[in-house]
C-alpha cells in the first residue's frame, strides 16, 4: 500500500482555469509534508513546507493547505508555465530524515 | 550561486558493470541525500550521509552503496547492474542534517540507462 497518493495522476487546464492536486497520505507521526515542481529533464524543486493540520503557504500563483491526512495545492488562474509534475512528499517519525514521495500529478496548462 | 552539481548527467552501462556517480552539493551544504526516480515506483530514498557518515537508509539492496568526503561530495555506487537499475538518481543537499524546515535543493539527476 502507498503511503502517500496523489491525485489525479494527469490535469489538462485551460490558462486562468482555477484547479486542485491533493496528496494524501497514511503515515503517522508527520513531521513534514512537502510540495515540489519538476520540470522534465530536472530535478525536483521544493515549494513549501507544511506542518500541522491548517497551515496554509502561498506563493504567487500556488497556495498549500493541510489537514489531518491530507494535503491540496490550489492553483489559482494557472499559465502555461505552471505546466510541470508537482510531487508531494512527506516525511514521518519512522522513517527518519527519508522523504516519501508520491508519484506526483503531470499538470498541463494551454493558453 | 551554484547549484547541487550532478555528474555525469547522462549513462549507459551493460548488465553487471558496475558505476559511480557523483554530487557536489550547495556550498556550505553538509548533508547529501540520493533518490532513485522511475516511471512505475517515483522517487525513492536510497541513503543520507552528513559529515561523512551514513545516518540513513532506504530499502535498497546491497549492492547500492555511497560515501561523503569531508568536503561534503558524495558519490554513489551501484554493483553488478541490473536492468532494472535504469533510472534517473537525483541528489539533493540541505544545510544541516533533518533540516526539515529548509526543504531540499535537487541536482538535475543522473540519467542512467542499463543494456
Known amino acids: 500500500e502507498d503511503q502517500v497518493t496523489q491525485s489525479p495522476e494527469a490535469l489538462r487546464l485551460q490558462e486562468g482555469e482555477s484547479s486542485s492536486l491533493n496528496c494524501s497520505y497514511t503515515?503517522?507521526?508527520?513531521?513534514?509534508l512537502f510540495w515540489y515542481r519538476q520540470d522534465p529533464g530536472k530535478g525536483p524543486e521544493f515549494l513549501f513546507t507544511?506542518?500541522?493540520a491548517g497551515e496554509e503557504k502561498e506563493k504567487e500563483r500556488l497556495k498549500a493547505t493541510l489537514t489531518k491526512k491530507e494535503s491540496f495545492l490550489h492553483i489559482t488562474a494557472p499559465k502555461p508555465e505552471d505546466s510541470a509534475t508537482y510531487l508531494c512528499?512527506?516525511?514521518?517519525?519512522?522513517?527518519?530524515?527519508?522523504?516519501?514521495f508520491g508519484k506526483g500529478t503531470t499538470l498541463s496548462v494551454s493558453s | 550561486k551554484a547549484g547541487v552539481t550532478q555528474t555525469p548527467r547522462y549513462l549507459i552501462k551493460t548488465r553487471g558493470q558496475q558505476v559511480t556517480l557523483s554530487c557536489s552539493p550547495i556550498?556550505?551544504?553538509?548533508?547529501v541525500s540520493w533518490y532513485q526516480q522511475t516511471p512505475g515506483q517515483g522517487l525513492q530514498f536510497l541513503f543520507e550521509?552528513?559529515?561523512?557518515?551514513?545516518?540513513n537508509k532506504g530499502n535498497f539492496p546491497g549492492r547500492f552503496s555511497g560515501r561523503q568526503f569531508s568536503n561534503s561530495r558524495s558519490e554513489m555506487n551501484v554493483s553488478t547492474l541490473e536492468l532494472g537499475d535504469s533510472a534517473l538518481y537525483l541528489c539533493?543537499?540541505?544545510?544541516?542534517?533533518?533540516?526539515?524546515?529548509?526543504?531540499?535543493?535537487f541536482g538535475s539527476g543522473t540519467r542512467l540507462t542499463v543494456v
Open positions: 512528499a512527506v516525511r514521518f517519525n519512522q522513517a527518519g530524515t527519508a522523504l516519501i
Open positions: 556550498s556550505g551544504h553538509r548533508s
Open positions: 507544511l506542518y500541522s
Open positions: 503515515v503517522s507521526g508527520l513531521r513534514g
Open positions: 550521509y552528513f559529515s561523512e557518515t551514513q545516518r
Open positions: 539533493a543537499s540541505s544545510l544541516k542534517y533533518d533540516s526539515s524546515g529548509y526543504g531540499y535543493t
